[in-house]
T-cell receptor, first 111, second 114 residues
């Protein structure tokens, strides 16, 4: 399953499928990007990050892709599990300091 | 290792009262950030503080809101004369030093204004 457009609010996928969550960031000067996962009633948790001198970074079951030309970031989750159900936010930073968050995508994994 | 601690987790206030939200950063972290999250929305930056200094308060409303991070003790976000529109979850995050990296978030304080 894949979210398209700027910020599709929800994405529903079948357990075991791959998920792709997209994010358009706003500032071409941003040099650091982070994906966070927020479960219901909890604070955001770090998933993976990428610096602007890279275009791809892989973690455990997750991959982040960065396209600076179109200011686009994506999070790919392999073999999505029910525990992956949450809201996913991308965030951008410039030269340390505050992170600016996107509006988020709600991922629902169907068993 | 204790994470970022926020209290209270839930706070109910009547219009016109004051709300004080506290945040103790992770051990060794000297930078604190406050974010506000309305239901079904993203996190909006409010203020970024280091010990005894406000670094960036560009997201703070001009009136009724203030924040501090004293030399000793937790960071405090203070909302005076609360209104219904202040009802939200307020998240605190911390990071160590001058560092471009992940933020470590607390579980949030949920303010309800009656």
């Amino acid at each position: 399953g894949e979210s398209v457009g700027l910020h599709l609010p929800t994405l529903s996928v079948q357990e075991g499928d791959n998920s792709i969550i997209n994010c358009a960031y706003s500032n071409s000067a941003s040099d650091y990007f982070i994906w966070y996962k927020q479960e219901s009633g909890k604070g955001p948790q770090f998933i993976i990050d990428i610096r602007s001198n890279m275009d791809k970074r892989q973690g455990q079951r997750v991959t982040v892709l960065l396209n600076k030309t179109v200011k686009h970031l994506s999070l790919q989750i392999a073999a999505t599990q029910p525990g992956d159900s949450a809201v996913y936010f991308c965030a951008e930073n410039i030269n340390a300091g505050k992170s600016t968050f996107g509006d988020g995508t709600t991922l629902t994994v169907k068993p | 290792n204790a994470g970022v601690m926020q209290n209270p987790r839930h706070l109910v206030r009547r219009r016109g009262q004051e709300a004080r939200l506290r945040c103790s950063p992770m051990k060794g972290h000297s930078h604190v950030y406050w974010y506000r999250q309305l239901p079904e929305e993203g996190l909006k930056f409010m203020v970024y503080l280091q010990k005894e200094n406000i670094i960036d308060e560009s997201g703070m409303p001009k009136e009724r809101f203030s924040a501090e991070f004293p030399k000793e003790g937790p960071s405090i976000l203070r909302i005076q004369q609360v209104v219904r529109g202040d009802s939200a979850a307020y998240f605190c995050a911390s990071s160590p030093g001058d560092y471009t990296g992940e933020l470590f978030f607390g579980e949030g304080s949920r303010l309800t204004v009656l």
